[in-house]
């Protein structure tokens, strides 16, 4: 939603890059690079191609965890060449830089962090599921906690 609301007012917020990284690319991705070169600009990337296969990464978003930012990258150009129809790729590309920006599954956060986190899920408007459709959350009434510890 944060992601949606920023591509929509056309201010994605950007992180510089200290140093340009390096990311190897197929025939495809190169080909996306070119060929939707505004989209991944739109969506925070400053990429140029670099070489066949490579492409020099100078700026991200914000909203990237670190490390995440060549594939990052590299799952957008997937998706952009991908081909599907244009009605549902702005929603695609937007659950897939989601994805790469969440927290992964064994990730160690502090309490705050997580207040955080379920704040900002509250405030969305699908709180219930991630953008793919996964639940985020779960109803669990008291008869089936009670169960789950034996109680009943």
């Not at 459709?133 to 009434?141: F, K, N, Q």
């Amino acid at each position: 939603d944060e992601l949606a609301s920023q591509l929509a007012s056309r201010a994605v917020p950007v992180q510089a890059l200290l140093e340009p990284l390096l990311v190897d690319l197929s025939s495809a991705e190169v080909d996306a690079l070119t060929d939707c070169a505004q989209t991944v600009l739109d969506f925070g990337f400053q990429a140029e191609p670099f070489g066949e296969s490579t492409c020099l990464l100078r700026a991200v978003p914000a909203l990237l965890p670190n490390g995440s930012a060549a594939e990052a990258l590299q799952a957008l150009l997937d998706d952009l060449g991908a081909g599907k129809a244009q009605g549902d790729r702005q929603e695609r590309l937007l659950a897939t830089m989601a994805c790469k920006a969440a927290v992964k599954a064994g990730q160690t956060l502090s309490l705050e962090e997580m207040r955080f986190l379920v704040q900002r899920l509250e405030a969305t408007s699908r709180p219930k599921t991630c953008p793919h459709g996964r639940p985020t959350m779960l109803r669990l009434s008291t008869s089936a906690l009670e169960r789950q510890f034996g109680r009943r």
